[in-house]
């Protein structure tokens, strides 16, 4: 019989690894990547094959922990593309190729 796995042993959060995003533990995979191939469209199941070495369990634990903290996915993900838009403002203004 397999061991059972805590839910909650899934997710974990380092401030050392990706600047302490949550991540799927073991790994080095954002809550937030996951959540951006899933806003893209793609079921878990897909996740699970663009990441073979995640399970599907894995990858739904990410999506609970997004659904469970919505908030704080929501605001690093536009903090994330507000910081893309300055970029790419200064690199036109500065006259450097995007």
Do not use: F
Not at 70 to 97: C, T, Y
């Amino acid at each position: 019989m397999a061991a059972t796995i805590e839910i909650g042993s899934l997710i974990t959060c380092s401030p050392e690894i990706r600047g302490g995003r949550p991540r799927i533990a073991g790994t080095g995979v954002t809550v937030r990547r996951i959540v951006t191939w899933y806003q893209l469209g793609l079921t878990p199941e897909e996740i699970t094959r663009e990441i073979p070495h995640l399970s599907l369990a894995q990858v739904h634990a990410a999506l609970a922990y997004y659904h469970a903290n919505r908030e704080e996915i929501e605001a690093d993900l536009a903090a994330e593309e507000a910081e893309v838009q300055r970029l790419e403002q200064e690199n036109r203004a500065s006259g450097k190729a995007p």
